[in-house]
């Protein structure tokens, strides 16, 4: 009987021993497997974190860019500034006649030709003369047939066999008659039609054999050795102009050539309608320019030599104020400065801006005050005006290398 019971009580503690294990090998294996899932779970995160920062960081760099405008820029330098005031006319020829018909007949002689230059005084075409010489015939036979009854009443007169109211009344026709005479023989120069000016035939109007009626016209001449321009130049430019100042002109039909002028007359009237003078340059024909040429015109009214200048491209228009952008640490800066003589490229600064400054002309348009900027390009300054400062710090240098 005790051998029954030892026996029937080892194989229950050897029972809860094993269930024991089990349930901790489950505990262990549980734990091991959370801790699994958790380092499963934490892996694929670390890929989405990665992609959500280079996103972050990419509306930043963006955001950035967006920030940065790209600019043109050019440095503020020395040079010597002409200022003019431009603009354009029309070349016209001050001396200029229409030839016209002073007594009517048929046209039989052309002696000229368009194209021709002809003088004054010279006979251009011929009028059928025959009628106006009968015309002086006739008035010549009555002028002799009045001045031999004057003789013959002047004889009688002064032997008092005339009365002298008779006598007077002689003299009066006689008078008459040669003025008319006078007038026959200027109807038969009429037939000779004469240049009045010197100058070139521009137009001839009529054919030979036509009838011409009186007072028709029949050539136009122009005198093209002198020419005048005449400017309508608004009236702030009124204290500017003077007879005398020296004018440059360039036209279509010759690029590339500068024909030079000087102001001949400015009106002291200013057209209340336009607000504006004229004011009339005259130029030498040269053998080149013809009347009607359409020409650009510069009127140079004064020169200033080594003067701080920016280019008229960074000014910035319509702002009340001369101003433009500065370049300062990589920002654009809206600064205002002093404008001195301004023209077709440069404006002289004499307040704002030092020498050596960057201000911005291309892209100003979408600045704003301490905007940061992007500078596209390497300022410098063009060959001619490399050159001129070249020149300029070169004789100062020979200056001060003498004064030593």
């Known amino acids: 009987m005790s051998t029954n019971l030892v026996v029937g009580r080892t194989p229950s503690l050897g029972l809860g021993r094993r269930a024991g294990r089990a349930v901790l090998l489950a505990a262990v294996l549980a734990a091991l497997s959370a801790c699994g899932g958790q380092q499963a779970s934490a892996e694929p995160e670390a890929p989405a974190q990665a992609a959500a920062d280079a996103k972050a960081d990419g509306k930043d760099g963006k955001k950035k860019a967006a920030q940065t405008v790209p600019v043109e820029v050019a440095e503020v330098a020395r040079r010597s500034l002409a200022a003019s005031y431009s603009g354009t006319a029309t070349l016209d020829a001050p001396n200029e006649a229409q030839v016209v018909a002073k007594t009517s007949g048929v046209l039989l002689t052309l002696m000229a030709e368009e194209g021709d230059r002809v003088r004054a005084g010279q006979v251009l075409a011929k009028i059928d003369p025959e009628r ?7 008035a010549e036979a009555a002028l002799r047939k009045l001045e031999a009854e004057f003789n013959r009443s002047k004889e009688l007169f002064e032997r ?46 009529v054919k030979q054999g036509n009838l011409i009626p009186l007072n028709a016209p029949l050539f136009q001449i122009v005198d093209t050795d002198a020419l005048e321009a005449v400017l309508n130049v608004p009236e702030r430019e009124l204290a500017t102009m003077q007879a005398g100042l020296p004018v440059s002109m360039q036209v279509d039909a010759m690029p590339g050539r500068k024909f030079t002028g000087t102001i001949d007359r400015v009106s002291p ?136």
């Open 132 to 138: 106006a010489r009968l015309e002086v015939r006739r």
């Open 160 to 205: 008092k066999l005339i009365a002298a109211d008779a006598h007077e009344r002689l003299r009066f026709d006689l008078d008459t008659q040669r003025a008319a005479y006078d007038i026959a023989r200027l109807e038969l120069s009429y037939t000779n039609i004469e240049a009045p000016i010197s100058g070139v035939i521009a137009r001839r109007l």
């Open 269 to 404: 009237v200013v057209d209340s309608g336009s607000g504006t003078f004229r004011v009339t340059a005259a130029f030498d024909a040269e053998n080149a320019l013809k009347p009607g040429m359409f020409g650009r015109i510069e009127v140079v009214y004064d020169r200033r030599e080594d003067v701080l200048t920016v280019p008229r491209a960074a000014l910035l228009e319509g702002e009340g104020e001369a101003a433009v952008f500065a370049v300062h640490e990589g920002k654009a800066v809206r600064t205002g400065i002093a404008l001195g003589h301004v023209n077709g490229r440069y404006a002289e600064v004499r307040g704002g801006l030092s020498e050596g400054d960057q201000v911005v002309t291309v892209g100003k348009v979408t600045l704003r005050d301490g905007v940061e900027v992007d500078v596209v390009n390497v300022p410098k300054l063009p060959a001619s005006d490399a050159a001129q400062i070249a020149q300029s710090a070169a004789t100062a240098t020979a200056a001060a290398a003498t004064s030593e």
